[in-house]
């Protein structure tokens, strides 16, 4: 964040819209398409399918702030790799941190 906050706020939005998107996509494919499950111990519903189409959401995402919304447009393409990587496993890592949180504390979610 703080290397994306010196390029320009606008790219720490972009940020947030890469992680919805990961989180969205991988959400709404990995529930309809989803077969394999990695880690079903602690989040049995993500699924490989899910990880892959957020991740290639987010791909499009980072494409599309080079180019049509154009956040890091003065950025290098290394920085757009970093972006990504960063948004695909941190991003999914800490939604799996977030679901053994739940597990261990007995939530359906943590809005409640």
């Known amino acids: 964040l703080v290397r994306l906050a010196a390029l320009d ?10 992680l919805q998107l ?6 709404i494919i990995g529930r309809r398409w989803g077969r394999h499950h990695p ?8 699924s490989l399918e899910g990880y892959a189409a957020g991740a290639l959401t987010s791909a499009v995402g980072v494409l599309l702030l080079y180019t049509a919304v154009p956040v890091l447009d003065s950025a ?24 053994m949180l739940k597990r ?5 979610d943590f809005g409640t």
Not at 9 to 18: C, N, Q, S
């Open 76 to 99: 290098s393409w290394d920085t757009g790799v970093w972006v990504l990587a960063s948004v695909v496993v941190v991003g999914n890592a800490g939604d799996l941190v977030f679901s």
């Open 104 to 108: 261990r504390l007995e939530l359906k």
């Open 39 to 46: 880690f079903p111990r602690i989040s049995p519903h993500k």
């Open 9 to 18: 706020i606008d790219a720490v939005l972009g940020l947030i819209l890469l």
């Open 22 to 27: 990961n989180d969205g996509f991988g959400l």
